[in-house]
């Protein structure tokens, strides 16, 4: 298996791990693996199918704490922009689909590492704002958490029920956006290694500090987001 197969699928793995132990970050840390290895057109479908897996399996023991009113609030304007956006950058050169798709990465890392919050957002503007924005992110890379992770570190959720409302939110986002973009299935061992990562988390989550374990995630996050940048100018 070449170098950059290898670090795909070690990234798969440390995005399961990641969305299991904080409810988000699959896509941050797994997207620029495979987008890098893939291309942007196929690394995103891919990103977009296995984040549905990582989100299936710790909702699977966590759905009774989803809060479902806020979790459709956010949903509604994600659905109801994902094929509008998917209309919109048809066509689009995928040098710029990677490009784009690394600065929103950057983007999101910066605003959640900085603890970005601002209390207007925690509202019905606001929400419509978030699902707008997470539905041009994940279509375009394949990374729609931050805009939503900010929203509900901004509403203050009780880290439970974070975790399982973004499960829920995610789940139901990247069915829809599969839709728009289309399927493409992984590679077996992308699969093997995000189902070993995402049971480890679910394992280890209530043993590591929230706020440790997501400045983890931001870490690998940027560094991959800047690296899809250069590796496409």
Same mark, same amino acid.
């Given at each position: 298996?070449?170098?950059?197969a290898?670090?795909?699928?070690?990234?798969?793995?440390?995005?399961?791990?990641?969305q =299991?132990v904080?409810?988000?970050?699959?896509?941050?840390?797994?997207?620029?693996?495979?987008i890098?290895?893939l291309g942007p057109?196929?690394?995103?479908?891919?990103?977009v199918?296995?984040g549905?897996?990582?989100?299936?399996i710790p909702l699977?023991?966590?759905?009774?704490?989803?809060?479902?009113?806020?979790?459709?609030?956010?949903?509604?304007?994600?659905?109801?922009?994902?094929?509008?956006?998917?209309?919109?950058?048809?066509?689009?050169?995928?040098?710029?689909?990677?490009v784009?798709?690394?600065t929103?990465?950057?983007?999101?890392?910066?605003?959640?590492w900085?603890?970005?919050r601002?209390q207007?957002l925690? =509202?019905?503007?606001?929400?419509?704002?978030?699902?707008?924005? =997470?539905?041009?992110?994940n279509v375009?890379?394949g990374?729609?958490?931050p805009p939503v992770?900010?929203?509900a570190a901004?509403?203050?959720?009780?880290?439970?029920?974070?975790?399982?409302?973004?499960?829920?939110?995610?789940?139901?986002?990247?069915?829809?956006?599969m839709l728009?973009?289309?399927?493409?299935?992984?590679?077996v061992?992308?699969?093997?290694?995000?189902v070993?990562?995402?049971l480890?988390?679910?394992?280890?989550a209530?043993?590591?500090?929230?706020?440790?374990a997501?400045?983890?995630?931001l870490a690998?996050a940027?560094?991959?987001g800047?690296?899809?940048?250069?590796g496409?100018?």
């Amino acid at each position: 298996m070449e170098p950059l197969a290898v670090l795909a699928i070690a990234g798969v793995a440390a995005g399961g791990l990641a969305q =299991s132990v904080t409810g988000l970050g699959f896509a941050l840390v797994a997207a620029p693996g495979l987008i890098a290895l893939l291309g942007p057109s196929q690394g995103v479908a891919v990103v977009v199918l296995l984040g549905i897996l990582a989100s299936v399996i710790p909702l699977l023991g966590q759905w009774r704490h989803v809060r479902v009113r806020d979790g459709g609030t956010l949903l509604v304007p994600t659905l109801l922009a994902t094929p509008a956006v998917g209309a919109l950058i048809a066509g689009v050169d995928t040098a710029a689909l990677a490009v784009a798709a690394g600065t929103a990465v950057l983007v999101g890392v910066v605003a959640l590492w900085r603890g970005l919050r601002w209390q207007p957002l925690v =509202s019905i503007p606001g929400a419509i704002g978030t699902g707008i924005a =997470s539905a041009t992110m994940n279509v375009i890379g394949g990374v729609g958490g931050p805009p939503v992770g900010l929203y509900a570190a901004n509403a203050g959720w009780e880290p439970r029920e974070a975790r399982a409302t973004l499960q829920g939110f995610f789940l139901i986002q990247g069915l829809a956006t599969m839709l728009v973009i289309g399927p493409v299935l992984p590679d077996v061992a992308a699969v093997v290694a995000l189902v070993v990562g995402t049971l480890v988390g679910v394992v280890v989550a209530p043993r590591i500090p929230e706020r440790a374990a997501r400045m983890a995630v931001l870490a690998v996050a940027g560094f991959g987001g800047l690296a899809l940048i250069v590796g496409n100018l």
